[in-house]
Nanobody, 115 residues
Framework: VQLQASGGGLVQAGDSLRPSCAASGHSLSGYAMGWFRQAPGKERELIAVIRPNFTYYADSVKGRFTISRDNAKNTMYLQMNSLKPEETASYYC???????????WGKGTLVTVSS
């Protein structure tokens, strides 16, 4: 299984981005999928999870970010609204039976939020 994240970029504070994570090699419809992010000098943090009939958001993104998936396309998305400069980070997608310990990782996509 390979995960490919894309859709990062440079935006201004308050703008929106919608990175995506495309999976290949195996259907991930039965797996939990999630987004992590890692800011410079900080630990990687889990910010959103999606699995059948369940979503989770870290408090820091709740109400502004929306995770979704299209199983037909084997792709996951993260709609990020009202972005803040402190959310500048590499954003990673992951999948697994337990998202806290992913079986699969994608390479990060960089999101830079300018003030």
């Amino acid at each position: 299984v390979q995960l490919q994240a894309s859709g990062g970029g440079l935006v201004q504070a308050g703008d929106s981005l919608r990175p995506s994570c495309a999976a290949s090699g195996h259907s991930l419809s039965g797996y939990a999928m999630g987004w992590f992010r890692q800011a410079p000098g900080k630990e990687r943090e889990l910010i959103a999870v999606i699995r059948p009939n369940f979503t989770y958001y870290a408090d820091s993104v709740k109400g502004r970010f929306t995770i979704s998936r299209d199983n037909a396309k084997n792709t996951m998305y993260l709609q990020m609204n009202s972005l803040k400069p402190e959310e500048t980070a590499s954003y990673y997608c992951a999948a697994g039976t337990r998202i806290a310990y992913p079986d699969y990782w994608g390479k990060g996509t960089l999101v830079t939020v300018s003030s």
